[in-house]
């Protein structure tokens, strides 16, 4: 009898099984152990999981070996299965573990996702496909001209379904499952289990079978929480000092905007901090160009907006800096789950300055807990974090407010992109910058010792951490291939 914990007692093939011991992965996670034997079964399967708890493994494992043990149809390999993401890196990630699990099996993948060309696309649906990995805008464009054609789908995963909703892309959806062949069997993971998601799974699921790992809104035990507060004006300053005194770690420092994002990654290379930046004005080479520079080394800072950010595959990242808190809570989670994944230890840093006040405390409320607030020698804020304070407005710590537009408005065929909209195009890039209290790379004052804060008493009790909310999102309609 193999044992119950490894994935041979999952029912995994020889083939899947060679290729997860060269790869050195020897015990499933809890979703692959309860998905993995369902989805071999047959069944249509509904699994709440959020990135970095292996899911990619939970679909993608068992899918291949579905489709290796069948005969492809005889005529152009049309795709067999097809995985909707929301994101170009995260198709882009899909993809290269699917292909390096069935690296011993003869099955192809292929990435459909916009900011890249049509044609090379076109040309690798013509040499035939077994597994589609796509952005949903993308792929109806390719729907529409002929290219993409889905009655041979047999199997269907949505990942990150909860966040396709919020990009807009629901309408889209639907149009891709009416092509869909209805006999087939269906895969869903969200982050959350809310309303819509459910109406999703009850419309186009055959009795799903339930997968659920980890609470809503679940973070792990091994993160640190901690904040420094600091006026808006000395916060670019601070992060210098701060990555300055920690050099030999690698972080993932979020901002709000992408002009933001640029002008950050800039001020940090002039400090002699290496540093790469994505986000959707970035063309699709240029974004995996960075996030390639990163993972190896080149550079050691990522400066990343929380839509590029979605997905990303970092291992052993030890912190994550939140430039700007997000202005919803809920993001927080998804950026601090980038650290202190598969039980390994990490920290999330927030700035956190005096405007703030109210974001930090839906943070706190949301995670029931307080965050640690340590003021850095130097950078005493002018006046305390006040929880009670009003919300900033939508430009955030003092700045223009950001641009505004309608839902769906795509002005200048710019994408309604921002944190949630999805469209074509570019995304609409939001106003507002801070502006450095130094010029560039002029040094600041440091704290001591090892990049730790030194608390001082007296400026505010902060609760939970939160991430600095600067500027609304934009609300778009229609649909992507990407996100900003």
Known sequence: MPDPRTFEALGLSSALLRTLETSGYTVPTPIQAQAIPLVLAGHDVLGAAQTG???????????LQRLAKETPPKGPRKPRALVLVPTRELAVQVAE?????GRHLRLNVTTIFGGAGMQPQIENLRRGVD???????????????????????????LDEADRMLDMGFLPSMRRILARVPKERQTLLFSATFEDRIKALAIEHMRKPRLVEVAAQNTIAETIVHRAHPVDAASTRDLL???????????????????????????????????????????????????LDAFKAGRARILVATDVAARGLD????????????????????????????????????????????????????????EIRMDVVAGYEPSRPIRLDAPMPPQGGRGQRPAAQRPGGQRPGGQRPGGQRGAGRGK?????????????????????????????????????PRAGRSRGGRGRGAGRSGSSA
């Open 314 to 369: 970092i291992p052993n990242l030890p912190l994550v800096i939140n430039h700007d808190l997000p202005m919803v809570a809920e993001d927080y989670i998804h950026r601090i789950g980038r650290t202190g994944r598969a039980g390994a230890s990490g920290e999330a840093l927030s700035l956190v300055s005096p405007e703030e006040g109210a974001l930090l405390n839906q943070i706190q409320k949301m995670l029931k807990a």
């Open 53 to 63: 708890t292996g899911k990619t493994a939970a679909f993608g494992l068992p899918l």
């Open 427 to 463: 995304d609409a890039q939001a106003a507002g910058e801070r502006r450095p209290s130094r010029a560039a790379g002029q040094p600041a004052h440091r704290q001591g010792g090892h990049g730790k804060a030194q608390p001082q008493a007296a400026q505010a009790h902060a609760g």
């Open 131 to 157: 597994v589609l990995v796509a952005c949903p805008g993308r792929l109806l464009d390719h729907m529409e001209s002929g290219h993409a054609k889905l009655d041979a789908v047999e199997m269907l995963v």
């Open 97 to 101: 573990s699917i292909k390096d699990y």
């Open 240 to 290: 210098v000092d701060l990555l300055a005194a920690r050099h030999t770690d690698q972080v993932l420092v979020f901002g709000k905007t992408k002009h933001g994002c640029n002008r950050l990654a800039e001020q940090l290379e002039k400090s002699g901090l290496p540093a790469v930046a994505i986000h959707g004005n970035k063309s699709q080479a240029q974004r995996q160009k960075a």
